[in-house]
């Protein structure tokens, strides 16, 4: 895995800004932080890792644990001083593979302990995308709420095999149908 970040990293050099997106894949109730890169023929979904737009690289988020702020938060029930360890994954998709790209909302809860007594708050946010793939893998994302709507164009612009009809469609749902209305 560090072999095709270093390579992702020197090859990313050549792909114009911006090329990689802090993301969450949520599988089920769990959530695994990492970033989406845009490569010319490919992108890619490292988790395990986090992008730094200020210093302009990959960082392992077990090494950066303490001054990182998840886009899923995490449970009261994990002790703050715990330290987490993060599934490293790579997931590579090719442009010509994505059948289908969905905005999709996500229930954020977030838990408040104020003196003792534990809130739990839930938000329904337009902060997903659903990516559907010709060998049959779906991935839930999610994104921070400004970049959202980025990476949704730039996958419609990039992927050329896309299906826009409900009939042929994995999900039963044409793409330009709007279900983030009201």
Known sequence: ???LISSLSLSLDFISDPYAFRCARI????G????LIFGREHFYILEGYTYNTEKNE????DKCQ???VPLIPKSSSVPHTESIQ????????????????HKRRH???VEINETMILIKKMFVLAIALELFAADGRNYLLVFVRKERNKVYHRLLSSATELTDSA??????????INIEQG
């Open 167 to 176: 009939q042929h469609s994995v999900s039963g749902q044409r793409r330009s």
């Open 27 to 30: 599988e089920g109730l769990d």
């Open 66 to 68: 303490h001054e990182y």
């Open 1 to 3: 895995l560090s072999t």
């Open 107 to 109: 229930i954020l809860q």
């Open 32 to 35: 695994s932080e990492g970033i």
């Open 58 to 61: 990959i960082v392992d988020l």
């Open 86 to 101: 993060y599934r490293k994954e790579c997931s590579k998709f090719a442009y010509e593979d994505i059948k289908e790209v």
